[in-house]
């Protein structure tokens, strides 16, 4: 195991290649937990191994609270582009009267 300083960084992962990302394995009459990546699917890209249940944990936890915060940048980003939309139509109505232009439509 890799000694990492920060044990909030996202772990860099890659597909396993034994199970092709399923978590599982077929065989003949049944189907059983992938053993190189614990069923995960994915194992660690600098290692090629799995990682540990804690460790997956963590890094699940990470990649929501990142998650989260690209959905609160989002929502901020659609908030500005619907003011300027709003912004845009009430210059134009007055305008578009004249030229017969369509308005704008919310995202
Ligand atoms: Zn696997």
Known sequence: MRNRSDPGQVIPLQQC????GEGEVKQIFSRWLC????????VDKATGKALEPDTVIRQLLIRLRHAREQG???QQELAKA???IEQYNALQKG???RHNRPELKQP
């Open 35 to 42: 053993n190189t990546c614990n069923g995960l699917g994915m």
């Open 82 to 84: 619907r003011t300027f």
């Open 72 to 74: 609160r940048t989002l």
């Open 17 to 20: 290649v034994e199970c092709q």
């Open 95 to 97: 305008r578009d009267k």
